[in-house]
């Protein structure tokens, strides 16, 4: 119920499209729905951690093992010897016989834990008192971690800043959402994320400064210390911040070591990064005045697709335009923008050039018509 809630959570704010959550199979081996098993799966997955049929799954084991440690409550179910001898029969998980007084154990010590921990009068007051300051302090903490996504300045995502090599232009940065976090009442910010991006798979490379150790320490210092710089207005002179940054995932979070697909899709907010990305800034360039050069420029525009999208049906009208604009002979730069690195054999093997743009902030399609015209060298005068 809890994984249905979320995924109802997270379409009706728009915070993932449709076809980012995973295949009907994974859900149901999460929930134990062994009837929507297919032909080509076995049925003893869907009991492995949630066994409708008799309880017994490595939540249930974990649960104990977990809590009468916590609690210090010594266990008598030794788990590990219970999976051990464990065997798949006809599909279905089935225990050894020696082992009925462990099965056995396993009830009596989850029935005492819920009658004499998990609903002591002492143990619900805590988790009631929880839930109400957190249902009261959601208003005041949002995960910002290139500017306020609602109502406030988008900024280009934290790879594009660590990009920069710049400390004083991201304390600038900062200095602003810290402002504008302020200023809508926001008490605290999740950010900045200082996992390593090591595996460019991952689905939350822009979300991290980047492989680097000491540009991520550097950068994710200058953000950190100048959103906490200054107090906070009307608070009393004990408050030591203005807003609270919460430095973030550092467990290994951004390198996962696996053999597959770590996770599709690019892990910045919806709306943030579709602020971002506009096709007019080319257009917004040849009117102004550093483009009046370029006035007989003429922009062809083909999508290719959306920013959060597994669609792959514009993918061969905007080729096709690259193969035309290279096919005229004219030198051709292609600009890739994503949250992590993008592979086109065709584009690697015939343009002259090609430029990644993470996603940028609100100035990003001004800001790559700026670059490809010449009007401002990236890597400085």
């Not at 093992?65 to 010594?74: E, F, K, L, S």
């Not at 959601?138 to 934290?158: A, M, Q, V």
């Not at 070591?257 to 971002?276: E, L, P, T």
Request: charged letters at 20%; a negative charge.
């Amino acid at each position: 119920m809890m994984l249905e809630d979320l995924i109802r959570f997270l379409k009706e704010h728009s915070l993932v499209p449709d076809n980012h959550f995973p295949k009907k199979s994974i859900r149901s081996i999460l929930d134990g729905e062994v009837s929507h098993c297919e032909n080509d799966e076995k049925p003893s997955l869907f009991y492995i951690v949630a066994n409708k049929r008799d309880g017994l799954d490595v939540v249930k084991f974990d649960h104990i093992a977990r809590d009468t440690y916590m609690m210090g409550i010594p266990s008598t179910v030794p788990s590990w010897r219970i999976i051990q001898s464990a065997r798949v029969i006809d599909g279905e998980i089935c225990f050894n016989i020696k082992d009925v007084n462990l099965l056995l154990n396993i009830g009596a010590s989850r029935f005492g834990l819920h009658k004499e921990q998990y609903n002591h009068k002492t143990a619900k007051a805590i988790e009631y008192m929880i839930v109400d300051a957190l249902k009261l302090a959601e208003p005041f903490n949002r995960k910002e971690l290139h500017g306020i996504t609602d109502n406030g300045t988008t900024f280009p995502s934290p790879i594009d800043l660590s990009a920069s090599f710049n400390r004083d232009l991201v304390t600038q940065v900062a200095t602003v959402i810290g402002n504008e976090a302020e200023a809508l009442g926001l008490s605290q910010v999740f950010a900045p994320v200082l996992d390593l991006s090591r595996e460019l798979r991952w689905g939350r490379v822009e979300e991290n400064y980047g492989e680097d150790p000491f540009l991520t320490g550097e950068i994710g210092s200058a953000y950190m210390s100048s959103l906490q710089t200054e107090r906070r207005q009307n608070t009393s002179s004990t408050a030591i911040a203005r807003v609270a940054a919460t430095c973030k995932q550092f467990p290994a979070f951004g390198s996962p070591q696996v053999d597959y697909r770590v996770a599709f899709g690019d892990h910045v907010f919806f709306n943030a990064s579709n602020k971002g990305i506009t096709p007019h800034g080319v257009h917004q360039f040849l009117v102004s005045s550093e483009g009046a050069a370029f006035s007989h420029v003429k922009a062809n525009f083909a999508q290719g697709c959306e920013l959060w999208s597994n669609d792959q049906s514009g993918f061969d009208e905007a080729l096709d335009l690259v193969k035309a604009v290279q096919g005229a002979g004219k030198p051709t730069v292609v600009v890739f923008v994503s949250g992590k690195p993008v592979a086109e054999p065709w584009i690697q093997d015939n343009v002259d050039a090609v430029v990644q743009q993470f996603y940028p902030g609100e100035l990003g399609g001004l800001a790559i018509a700026e670059v490809l015209f010449g009007a401002v060298n990236p890597s400085g005068t």
